[in-house]
């Protein structure tokens, strides 16, 4: 049974941080990579940034680059997402996901497992 928690979410100014977390259980061997997505209100789900497990390499949309950065900490299991100078623009549920088959790009669908989703909201 693969289980993906995340927390992290909450109510942030223009401008502020957040750093969400994914702590993953049931299934880690092997997996090819994890990640983030992210679903604003009326629109459709987009990944956000992920991370290859072979190689470390990540992925990033070009609207959260040198803004976001992704990070794991394989004794915790554990992937983040630090989320700086947040924009409006950012709002929006935010799922950690995990791709069990090999993957030709980064943080494109089908996503194999989802998290329950946290909420980010940034507003004044």
């Known amino acids: 049974q693969v289980q993906l928690v995340e927390s992290g979410g909450g109510l942030v100014q223009p401008g502020g941080s957040l750093r969400l977390s994914c702590a993953a259980s049931?299934?880690?061997?092997?997996?090819?990579?994890i990640g983030w997505f992210r679903q604003a209100p009326g629109k459709e789900r987009e990944g956000v940034s992920c991370?290859?497990?072979?190689?470390?390499?990540?992925y990033y949309i070009d609207s959260v680059k040198g803004r976001f950065t992704i990070s794991r900490d394989v004794a915790k299991n554990t992937v983040y997402l630090q989320m700086n100078n947040l924009k409006p623009e950012d709002t929006g549920v935010y799922y950690c996901?995990?791709?069990?088959?090999?993957?030709?790009?980064?943080?494109?669908?089908?996503?194999?497992?989802w998290g329950q989703g946290t909420q980010v909201t940034v507003s004044s």
């Open positions: 049931g299934f880690t061997a092997e997996y090819y990579a």
């Open positions: 991370l290859n497990r072979m190689d470390g390499s990540t």
């Open positions: 996901t995990l791709f069990a088959t090999p993957v030709q790009e980064l943080c494109v669908p089908p996503v194999d497992y």
